[in-house]
């Protein structure tokens, strides 16, 4: 009997660490699969065109729609280069949204005046730049950044092109689907952050059924064991033969 309760304390110990560890494992999977579904800031793929002296939208938001009025909102000029004369010409802001209103203090002079953020927009998560009376300076590439998004994705580049008299505009483009940047096949975290909150759904019925298949599984041995224990231990007891 000493045997048989050794046993048995030692097997139910090992089934209830299997099955504990099976759920933390399971848990640990679901909450990586939801964080699949954070915000991630996307830009217009295509270059934007603009005419000289028109007015131009760069396409810029956040996929899920997210209310970002409260957070810091940059654009900048990462293609421009410092000029030396000029002690503020290091910082590149087109335009900063901070504490929820433009921050005028660091942003080019030559944009002065000439940018805004729709503050209806911020509210949905877009986050689209107007600029106003394009010039031929002004074309180049834009980058939009969310420093403290709490998403994988945090910044996109799109890029404007300035034509001195084309007929071709976008001034007020719209962000499609078709212009959206997608994941790059080879970028683990842009690949993870384009699924969506159905995986983690899925993942946590299959990790319930599995602990429960475990736990009927460890009580059936458990059951059947205990049977062949109380027989062997019966079996000195029964009358020998005369």
């Given amino acids: 009997m000493v045997l048989s309760g050794t046993f048995m304390v030692h097997f139910g110990s090992v089934g209830s660490s299997l099955s504990l560890w099976t759920l933390i494992v399971c848990l640990s999977s679901a909450v990586w699969t939801s964080s699949e579904g954070q915000p991630r800031v996307v830009g217009s793929l295509q270059p934007i065109v603009a005419v ?13 729609s997210l209310n970002v009025e409260r957070l810091t909102v940059e654009w900048s000029r990462p293609d421009l280069k410092p000029d030396p004369s000029d002690r503020l010409s290091r910082v590149d802001y087109v335009h900063l949204h901070r504490d929820r209103r433009e921050d005028t203090d660091m ?5 002065v005046g000439r940018t805004e953020l729709s503050e ?76 969506s909150h159905p995986g983690a759904l899925i993942a946590v019925v299959v990790c319930i059924l599995l602990v429960l298949v475990g736990g009927v599984g460890v009580y059936l041995l458990k059951h059947k064991k205990q049977q062949k224990l109380l027989k062997y231990d019966d079996a000195p007891n029964k009358p020998s033969p005369v």
């Fill in 52 to 64: 000289l002296g028109d007015d131009v939208i760069l396409p810029c938001r956040l996929q899920p």
């Fill in 107 to 111: 942003k080019l002079r030559s944009y």
């Fill in 120 to 195: 209806d927009g911020l509210r949905s998560g877009d986050i689209s730049l107007k600029i106003l009376n394009v010039t031929l300076e002004d074309g180049g590439r834009y980058r939009c950044f969310i420093p403290k998004l709490k998403g994988p994705v945090k910044d996109s580049v799109v890029t404007l092109v300035v034509e001195p008299n084309s007929v071709q505009t976008t001034t007020e483009t719209q962000l499609g689907p078709r212009d959206l940047q997608t994941p790059d096949p080879n970028n683990e975290t842009n690949v993870k952050a384009g699924r």
